[in-house]
């Protein structure tokens, strides 16, 4: 059974920053890359970033250079960095993963940014 647990969301000024960690419980070195989404208030759920296992990663271009994606792989965990962020960041963000053909989702972690 796959889990990913996130953790490090909540409240944030514009301009702020905060940082988002997802810790899966199997090795996600099993998977070809790891993925945030967000969705926000009646809007479809989005695809925000994404890094392979390789190390490359990829960027909606809402966030091109503000946000960052890491992994640690010794720990299982993937990051998400936020930084200058905006009120229409404001969402809940998951993070994600597809495998054996199932793709697999956190609960999701709010963050909301007040301006």
């Known amino acids: 059974q796959v889990q990913l647990v996130e953790s490090g969301g909540g409240l944030a000024q514009a301009g702020g920053s905060l940082r988002l960690s997802c810790a899966a419980s199997v090795n996600i070195n099993s998977f070809n890359a790891m993925d945030w989404y967000r969705q926000a208030p009646g809007k479809q759920r989005e695809l925000v970033t994404s890094i392979s296992n390789g190390g490359s990663t990829a960027f909606a271009d809402s966030v091109k250079g503000r946000f960052a994606i890491s992994r640690d792989n010794a720990k299982n965990t993937v990051y998400l960095q936020m930084n200058s962020l905006k009120p229409e960041d404001t969402a809940v963000y998951y993070c994600?993963?597809?495998?054996?053909?199932?793709?697999?989702w956190g609960q999701g972690t709010q963050v909301t940014v007040s301006s």
């Open positions: 994600s993963t597809s495998g054996y053909m199932t793709r697999f």
